[in-house]
């Protein structure tokens, strides 16, 4: 028997870097080297930056933007004489987020209509959720009545690109008797009313990013 020794195979260690090589030191002494030289006054700006900021309007695309937030009434809509009870039921379930209800009716073929304006909101994405909660709280308020089809219209004043105010429809949904019946309402979702409708249109303004 040789009484050589068997090598040893080289294993790679990596060297240790000096602490003022490892980057996170650096990381630290460069916040606490801002700190001491930023003014207070700048460092409130960046403090009042990542506070959540005040909701501002902002144009809906390259030819529509909403005007101003229409600021809700203190005094309520009174309720119009000679109303059905599935037209009153309607009014109330619509009443407290428009401006104006334009029409609720029950027509000659029993579907119910209902047309409001003016909607508040802070973005396109706001309203949309609050219209889709508004049709949930109509087809809610009105499953105990039988009708034919729900119609449900809201419109809004809009500005173009020329800076004139217009009033245009902005959403329209359709729910038949057929699909009305097949909904659990307590548990339906806003984000579905979309593919639930039978019929359903948006203005181009919901379409921009």
């Known amino acids: 028997m040789s009484n050589e020794q068997q090598p040893v195979q080289a294993q790679y260690v990596k060297p240790k870097k000096p602490w003022y090589k490892k980057w996170w030191i650096w990381v630290i002494v460069g916040f606490v080297v ?20 005040e909701p501002t309007s902002r144009p809906w695309d390259a030819t529509a933007k909403p005007t101003d937030t229409p ?16 037209e009153i039921a309607a009014w109330n379930a619509v009443v407290k987020k428009y401006d104006e209800v334009e029409n609720i009716e029950l027509t000659a073929n029993d579907d119910l209509v209902c047309v409001v304006y003016g909607i508040g909101g802070w973005d396109e994405k706001s309203i949309k959720m609050s219209i ?16 034919g089809s729900l119609l449900f219209t809201v419109k809004n004043t809009l500005i173009d690109i020329y800076g004139n105010e217009f009033i245009d429809r ?22 579905n009313i979309p ?14 990013d």
């Not at 049709?135 to 105990?144: F, G, P, V």
């Not at 902005?170 to 984000?191: A, P, Q, V």
């Open 34 to 53: 801002l700190a001491l030289i930023m003014p207070s006054r700048d460092r409130n700006a960046v403090i009042d930056a990542t506070a959540s900021p």
């Open 71 to 86: 600021i809700p009434t203190s005094t309520p809509i009174p309720i119009p004489t000679g109303l059905s009870d599935i």
């Open 170 to 191: 902005i959403m329209y949904m359709e729910f038949s008797s057929d699909t009305r019946h097949k909904l659990n309402i307590d548990n339906i979702l806003r984000d």
């Open 195 to 208: 593919i639930i409708a039978d019929k359903y249109w948006e203005h181009t303004v919901f379409l921009q």
């Open 132 to 147: 889709c909660n508004s049709a949930i709280d109509l087809l809610k308020s009105t499953q105990n009545h039988e009708y």
